[in-house]
Structures are given as structure tokens and as C-alpha cells.
């Protein structure tokens, strides 16, 4: 464990559910970080929360929507996704922003 | 946006050989971490390296930020090693990291 856990490790959701990713960090860190990774590309920034504040968000569609309800704690809801958006989905956190990260282990989200 | 380029994609070693990844990038930079992606998908942070050179056990990290480029040098290579290796950068006009593709390694027995 590096001290950032993610939850579920794996996902299947049809293109209508509605679901949500949770990230939870105890390192007392201030920025919090969702990336898509997906097959053959590079680490996506989504989103970025610095104190609570989202300070990124890097054109991503309205279907996902993330949420930081505390320094410890982010979470990204997803509803109506499409095949596409299949990948690994990693939450990551930092002392400051874009820099010391720690990486969860990863969300395995599968769309069918 | 600073566009960041690794090679080689590919590499295949066997144990014990010794390899060097390297990344190029587009633009000035402030910020430049290596990181190491297991098997497993678990991304560790290797080196915060925007200048200079850094040496942790077998492995070392050296940018040379005037030339745009960063080299990660692995000695004595374990199956360990194995993994996707990433740079990321920060700089130019952005404000968020920029990863690159990386270099899939496997090491062999």
C-alpha cells in the first residue's frame, strides 16, 4: 500500500449505471489528482483539487464529475459512460501540486 | 502544449545488462519526475529531477535542461525492473505535469 487507496480495483458498469470511484489519502497531503490511463497512451490528467478547490479541469466530458468533499477524500461519479472510456483510472495525491506524488493502485474500469 | 517523447518504446533485457531511457521535451521546464509502473499497474515515483543528476541504489537520473533532455540509467537490471517507465514534465505555458508515452521494459532471466 502506498498510502493512497482506491476502491473499487475493478469495475464493470453497463453505458446506463451510474457509478462512483473512490480515492482516500492519509498522508496528509493538499492536492488530489484523477488520470485516465488508457491503452497505448499517455497519463491523462482529469482533474486536480488543491485544499478542496478544483484548480484543473482538463476538458473532460460532463458524465464524469468528481467531487472533494475533504483534503482526504475525492471521488468520481460516472454515469452514462461509453465503451471508450474503458481504461484504468488512477488517483493520485501530493504535498503540494505537481509535485511528490503518490499513486493508488488503480480503478480497472470496464464499459460494456 | 510541451510535448515530451521517450525511447526507446521497447526494450527487452536480460538480467544483470544495463540500459539507459531517455526523454526529450519541447520546452523549458521547472518540473521533471521519473516513475516506475509495475505489472500490477502501480505507479511509484522514482526521481524529482528538473536539473542536475540524482542516484538512488541501481538506479540514476540525469537532466540536462538546456539540451531538453533527461536520461534514467539502470544498472545490474532485475526482473523487478520490469514495467512501464514514464517521465512527466511541467513547464512551458502549462501548469499541470505532462507524462510521456514511456518505455515498456522487461527483464529476463
Known amino acids: 500500500e502506498t498510502g493512497v487507496t482506491q476502491t473499487p480495483r475493478h469495475l464493470v458498469m453497463g453505458m446506463t449505471n451510474k457509478k462512483s470511484l473512490k480515492c482516500e489519502q492519509h498522508l496528509g497531503h493538499n492536492a488530489m489528482y484523477w488520470y485516465k490511463q488508457s491503452a497505448k497512451k499517455p497519463l491523462e490528467l482529469m482533474f486536480v483539487y488543491s485544499l478542496e478547490e478544483r484548480v484543473e479541469n482538463n476538458s473532460v466530458p460532463s458524465r464524469f464529475s468528481p467531487e472533494c468533499p475533504n483534503s482526504s477524500h475525492l471521488f468520481l461519479h460516472l454515469h452514462t459512460l461509453q465503451p471508450e472510456d474503458s481504461a484504468l483510472y488512477l488517483c493520485a495525491s501530493s504535498q503540494w501540486v505537481n509535485y511528490g506524488y503518490t499513486f493508488g493502485s488503480g480503478t480497472r474500469l470496464t464499459v460494456v | ?109
Not at chain 2, 526494450?11 to 516513475?35: K, P
Not at chain 2, 540514476?60 to 517521465?87: M, P
Open chain 2, 1 to 109: 502544449g510541451i510535448q515530451v517523447e521517450q525511447s526507446p518504446p521497447d526494450l527487452i533485457l536480460q538480467e544483470g545488462a544495463n540500459s539507459t531511457l531517455r526523454c526529450n521535451f519541447s520546452d523549458s521546464v521547472n518540473n521533471l519526475q521519473w516513475f516506475h509502473q509495475n505489472p500490477w499497474g502501480q505507479l511509484i515515483n522514482l526521481f524529482y529531477i528538473p536539473s542536475g543528476t540524482k542516484q538512488n541504489g541501481r538506479l540514476s537520473a540525469t537532466t540536462v535542461a538546456t539540451e531538453r533532455y533527461s536520461l534514467l540509467y539502470i544498472s545490474s537490471s532485475q526482473t523487478t525492473d520490469s514495467g512501464v517507465y514514464f517521465c512527466a514534465v511541467e513547464g512551458g505555458t502549462a501548469s499541470k505535469l505532462t507524462f510521456g508515452t514511456g518505455t515498456r521494459l522487461q527483464v529476463t532471466l
